[in-house]
């Protein structure tokens, strides 16, 4: 009688997937030859999903509304910025889904890939110049770079200086980190990275000074840099069809 009413309520709510969707996706959607980039970031819990979607040249990424999830289909609405609700009705299979996408009687192809973010597996730690040392300098350089196919790090840039040959170290340090490549489906792709490298001089007994430098576990979205400790962070963007200048943090972790 029970497994009678268990197969019976399994059947009736339907909302169990057979994949796991969260994550960061992204792709296009296809109309009349015209492809518009897309990202979407799903959060997934049972049958619950929750998310947002964001086109390229949009201010900001919009919630997805109304979501449906039964077994490997996904069924949302989006409002656009005249308040029109766009109805999306996608599948999954692995590390792809693909649909479409209507707003009336237009419509519109979808495609999109699961990305996952570049994998921290080697760190070293930067050190202090001498000089630096001695003028007791504290702070942080901020490094942009790209994680290449191969998890290498190429095209490193200075967007934060701090000076005294910091800049430097800072190179130095981020240059030597690998990283387990990241994935846009089933292919190796160059993720975009920023690294906050932080130099903090730590007073010791005696009020002699011994050089401190730290490029700590790497996270996302935010720089932590908490007086008399070291940290690092390190946000990763997937490249995409995006430019630099418009791109937005992937919400995934990087694990060390």
């Known amino acids: 009688m029970v497994k009678t009413i268990l197969c019976l309520m399994l059947t009736s709510t339907g909302v169990f997937s057979a994949v796991d969707l969260s994550g960061h996706w992204s792709g296009f959607a296809d109309r009349g030859g015209r492809k518009i980039p897309l990202i979407v970031t799903l959060t997934q819990s049972g049958g619950m999903i929750s998310g947002t979607i964001r086109s390229d040249g ?16 996904l069924e949302f609405e989006v409002h656009d910025r005249e308040g029109y609700a766009m109805r999306f009705d996608l599948v999954a299979a692995g590390t792809r889904m693909t649909g479409k996408a209507a707003l009336g009687d237009l419509s519109g192809r979808i495609e999109l890939v699961k990305e996952v973010a570049p994998v921290l597996i080697h760190k070293e730690e930067p050190e202090y110049t001498g000089a630096a040392l ?57 993720f975009y990275a920023t690294f906050a490298v932080n130099f903090v001089a730590r007073p010791q007994a005696g009020r002699h000074w011994n050089r401190y430098a730290g490029c700590g576990r790497p996270i996302t979205h935010r720089t932590v840099s908490r007086a008399m400790r070291s940290s690092s962070s390190v946000g990763i963007t997937q490249t995409g069809n995006f430019e630099p200048s418009t791109l937005i943090s992937a919400d995934l972790p990087l694990v060390f």
């Open 58 to 73: 949009a201010q900001a990424a919009a919630p997805i509304e109304n979501p449906t999830l039964h077994s490997d289909q």
């Open 134 to 190: 001695q003028a007791h300098l504290q702070g942080t350089v901020i490094l942009s770079a790209q994680i290449g196919p191969q998890g290498q790090i190429t095209d490193i840039r200075v967007t934060q200086e701090l000076g005294m040959g910091l800049d430097e170290k800072a190179i130095e340090c981020v240059k030597r980190w690998k990283f387990k490549p990241g994935y846009k489906g089933d292919q190796p792709a160059a």
